[in-house]
C-alpha cells in the first residue's frame, strides 16, 4: 500500500515561511545560524565605520558620543588605521557572507531537485493519473528555479534586516532625539513593502500556469509538429503559443512594474525620513553637527538595501506558488519500500494467478487461471482502452489490484509477496524513449556492469547491430544529434536491448515493439524469448501474427468485457471472466 511522508505532510496548512524553512536540511540549519552570525559581524564592522568616518570628517572635533570610546586624541593617522580596519573588516565578513551564501542556495536547489524527483520516482503510478508531463517538467525544472529564487531573496532580507537593525541602535545610541521618528517611519515602510502584495501573489501564481502550459506547447515537438503540418493547423499553433508567450511577457512585466513602484515609494520615504533628521535636528537643541553626521551616515547605510528588499519580497512573493507546486509533489506517497538490491527468488515452477481484479476500467476487470511460466511468452490483445495497460501495470507489481489470489510451486501468494518476486523486472510501454545521450550510455544504464561485447550481443539480439556498424562511433552514436538519431523503431529496438542485458525475471512490453512491421516484432520478440529462458514475457500488440509465436493469449474484448486466457500449446485451454 502506498504510505506518506508524515514529516511532508504535516507542512499542509502552514505558512509558506515555516515550510521553507523545513525544507531545510540539518547542515543548511546549522550554516545557516554561521550565515546569520557573519552577517551580524558585517552589520556591527559597517556600522562601526560609519561612526569612525566622522572624526575624519571633523578633525581635532571631539565626539559627543560614545564616552570617549572614539577619542583618538586627535592622532589623524591613528584615526585613520582604525577606520581603515574596520572598513577592511567590513568587507571581508560581506565577502565572506556572500560566499557562504551563494553555497546555500546552490545546494538549497540541488536538494529541492533531488528530493522532488526522487519522490516522482517512488510514487504510485494512481498518484501521478492526473499530473500532466508538462506539470511534472516544470516542478523538476523551472519551477525550482523560481522557489530558489525566493530562497535567496529570503536570504536578502534577513542580511538587510540585521544591517537596519544595527545601524539603527547604533544612531539610537549616538543620538536618541534623532531617533525619534524611527518608529513612525519603520511602521510606514512596513505598510509600503506590503503595498500590491495581492495583486503580486496573483499575477505569480499566472504566471507559474502559463509556463506549465508553454511547456505542455513545447512537449514532444518533433512528432507534434508533424501532426500539425498534416492538419494544416500551424496558424493556430502559433496564435496559441504567442497567447501563452504574450500572458507570460505582461506577467512578467507587470512584475517589475510593481518592484519600480514599490522601489518608488519606499525611496520616497527614505528622502523624507532624511529631511526629517535634519529638521529635527534644527529644531532640537543640543543636537550637535557630528551626531547630524554620525547618523546620516548610518542611516544612508541603508539606502542600497531599499531596492533590494523590495525586490526581495516580490521574488518572495513569486516563489510561493512555485513551492506550494513542489510541496504537492513531495506530498505524494511511495509505491513500496525501497531496497538496496531485490531479494534473489528462483521459481522453478510455475507462478498461477487463480484470480485478479483492476480497476480501472470503471466496471472492473477480472482475469481467472493465468499461468506465468518461465521462458514463455503471455500475449496481451484488444482493443484501445479496454484496460490492458491497467491489467500489465498489476502485473508488473507497479500497481496493487482490487483483489489478488495466487500461488507458486503451490504455495499461497499474496500481492505484496507477488511484488517482491517481480521486483527484478522490466516494463517497456510504447513512447518511452531513451533519455541518455549514448547507445553505450543507455545500454550501461541497464547493466552497469557489462562488457562491450556483452552490448554488442545485446544489439545482435534486437537487430540493431547492423545500423550501428554503418556508424563511426558505433557504441559511442549520440542519441540527441539530429545527424546520428535513431529512427522510432530504431530506439524501440535498443529499450528491448535493454531488457535483454537485464535478463528480469519478468519482462512486460507494452506495446513496446509498434514501431516495427509486423516480421521485425515476431523476430525480434523470438528472439528475445529463446535469449531469455528464465524470463516470464508478457507482451501487450495489437497484431494478431503475434499469436504464432505466444505460449498463452489474454484476450479481452467485447460488451461487456470479457477476458479469455487460451493456452496455446496444451489443449487451447479457454476460462472467461466477466467485467
Partial sequence: MATVDTSTAKDTGQGPLRSLVRSLAGDDLIETAIYVALSLGSALAGSLAAVLLVPLVQPGQPLPFGGGLFDLHGRAGTQVMVFVIATVAFALLRWQTARLGARLVGRYGMNLRRSVHARLI??????????????????????????????????????????????????????????????????????????????????????????????????????????????????????????????????????????????????????????????????????????????????????????????????????????????????????????????????????????????????????????????????????????????????AGMAPPERFEACVDGRPLDFDGYRQLVRNGAYVSQNVRPWQSSVRESLLWAAPEASDAMLRNALLDVGLDARLARSEHGLDTSLDRASSRLSGGELQRLMLAQVMLRQPFIAVLDEATSALDAASERAVLATMKRRMPRTILIVVSHRVDVTTIADQVLTIGGEPATTVVTRTTSGRQVVEARR
Fill in 122 to 395: 517512488d510514487a504510485p503510478l494512481a498518484s501521478l493519473a492526473d499530473a500532466t508531463s508538462a506539470e511534472i517538467a516544470n516542478v523538476l525544472t523551472y519551477n525550482v528555479e523560481i522557489v530558489v529564487q525566493g530562497y535567496s531573496a529570503l536570504q536578502q532580507l534577513l542580511v538587510a534586516g540585521i544591517t537596519a537593525a544595527v545601524s539603527l541602535a547604533f544612531a539610537f545610541w549616538v543620538s536618541p532625539p534623532l531617533m525619534l521618528a524611527a518608529p513612525v517611519l519603520m511602521v510606514v515602510g512596513l505598510l509600503a513593502s506590503r503595498v500590491f502584495g495581492r495583486e503580486q501573489s496573483r499575477v505569480s501564481r499566472q504566471y507559474v500556469a502559463d509556463m506549465t502550459r508553454l511547456f505542455w506547447h513545447s512537449e514532444d515537438f518533433p512528432r507534434r509538429l508533424r501532426h500539425v503540418r498534416s492538419f494544416e493547423r500551424e496558424s493556430a499553433e502559433k496564435a496559441s503559443y504567442g497567447a501563452i508567450s504574450a500572458g507570460l511577457c505582461d506577467g512578467y512585466a507587470r512584475q517589475l512594474e510593481l518592484v519600480a513602484s514599490g522601489r518608488l515609494l519606499l525611496e520616497l520615504l527614505a528622502a523624507a525620513g532624511i529631511a526629517g533628521v535634519f529638521v529635527l535636528a534644527q529644531r532640537w537643541h543640543g543636537i550637535d553637527s557630528a551626531s547630524l553626521i554620525a547618523v546620516c551616515l548610518l542611516l544612508g547605510r541603508l539606502l542600497p538595501y531599499l531596492v533590494s528588499t523590495r525586490q526581495s519580497f516580490q521574488q518572495l512573493r513569486s516563489a510561493a506558488p512555485a513551492f506550494e507546486l513542489w510541496q504537492r509533489y513531495m506530498r505524494l506517497g511511495t509505491a513500496h519500500a525501497s531496497a538496496a538490491s531485490p531479494p534473489e527468488t528462483t521459481v522453478v515452477g510455475t507462478l498461477r494467478i487463480d484470480r485478479l481484479r483492476v480497476l480501472p476500467p470503471l466496471a472492473g476487470l477480472d482475469v481467472v487461471d493465468l499461468m506465468l511460466v518461465p521462458g514463455e511468452m503471455t500475449l496481451i490483445y484488444g482493443d484501445s482502452g479496454i484496460g490492458k495497460s491497467s491489467l500489465v501495470d498489476v502485473l
